[in-house]
Structure formats: structure tokens, C-alpha cells
């Protein structure tokens, strides 16, 4: 796999380690590492930026005490979860016992994912529409099993994907940082709509328009699909708000 690091050669009078850091930084800032992805090996990576250990070592400290990256035990640095727990889980907790909740969400995701959807159809490189075909297909998978928690998962995860298809660091972190709301409104909306006998052969059909719009590299093709599928989950939320 070819590295997605560069040679490094600080200019006279800046710190080595500043360099590294901004240059790693970057690569999570344009989406080339991603959260949960894992850092090479501190002596690879060295290797790969032509720098020494501890120069390399100050960089990853910097960026982890900038939440950055996070050291786990026994396998290195990875790129951090980024979260907001002080939003999420209020929202979480009235999702639980009022459905208005579900709709309040399901408006903010109508406004952030159509956006989504023309931008990644302007942006999306060929593993960017990888990633989305194999969540979307993970997704059947699970729903064919009866596994409906990891159907959710990954049906969430094919929108997010979309949104870090858009190459625009800010969406892409504040779907990242929703994360377990949109899963879980997910999940309550496919339960609502499974009463229906169409309703999983829909969701597949228009995960794959979406996924279809963006490869072809059609915006306005892709918001339309953005704006069905969405739709049809309005369907599913204003059932349970009966």
C-alpha cells in the first residue's frame, strides 16, 4: 500500500516536530486518515517521513494532547473518535420516550444529507463509493441474519460515508460527532417501517440510487435520491408519532 506520507525537511527555525504534526494533521483534515484508522508503527512512520524518533515522538504527543490521536495499549497511535457526548446523549435519552424527538433529528439530518448528497457527488473518489456500496451491502447482509442493531449500524454508517464522500472536514466531523443519534434514529424508523411488507426492499433500492447519483457524479440526481429515501423514512417516524 502506497504511504500517504511525505519526506520532511523542517526550514530553518522551526521545530521538526511542528512540521510532523501539521503534516499528519493535514492528512485527517483533507480525510486520508480517518477516525479509528491506526498510525503506522512509530519506526515505519519515522521511516516514512525521513525524521528521528523523538522528533516524530514530540509530534504525536502534540496531537494527542490536542485530542487529536489517542494512544491505545498494545496497538499504537490511532486517530481519535471525533464526539460530543454533552449533545448527543440528552438527545439520545428523549429519543427513548418521545417520538417529536425522532422527528426533531430526522429534520436535521433532511438539511445535512441532502447537502451531503450533491457535495459528494461533485467530490466522491472511487473509495469513497467503495465504502458506501459495502455499507450498504453490509446492511442487506444483516438484514437478512434478523440482526437488526448491526442493520442500523451500518445503514448509519452509509450515511456517514456519504458525508466524508464530500471531502469537507466540518460536515464530515458533524456526522461523525451525531453518529450514535443518527444510528439510533435509524434503527427506530427501520422498526417502524418493517411493518410494511415493501419497506426493505425500498431502503435497498434507494441506498443504491444514492450510492448509483454519486458515482455517476450527478448532483442533482443525488439530492432527488438523498430526498426519497429520507422522505420514506419521514414515513416511518410519523407512524410511531401516532
Known sequence: ????????????????????????????????????????????????????????REALLKLEARDLLELRRNSGYTVAEVTAPSLTDPLLHLMEGHAKALGDVLELRQGLETMAAGLAAMRAEPADIERMREAAEATERAHEAGDAITAANWDARFHLAVAEATHNVALAHVMRGMFSVMRENVRRAREALFTREDAEHTLREQHRALADAIAAHDPEAAVRAAEAHLGFIREGIEWLQR
Open 1 to 56: 500500500m502506497e504511504s500517504i506520507f511525505s519526506h520532511i525537511e523542517a526550514p530553518p527555525g522551526t521545530r521538526l516536530s511542528d512540521v510532523i504534526a501539521e503534516q499528519i494533521e493535514r492528512r485527517i483534515v483533507e480525510g486520508e486518515l480517518r477516525p479509528g484508522d491506526a498510525l503506522p508503527a512509530e519506526r515505519e512512520l519515522a521511516r516514512q517521513l525521513s525524521v528521528s524518533r523523538p522528533s516524530l
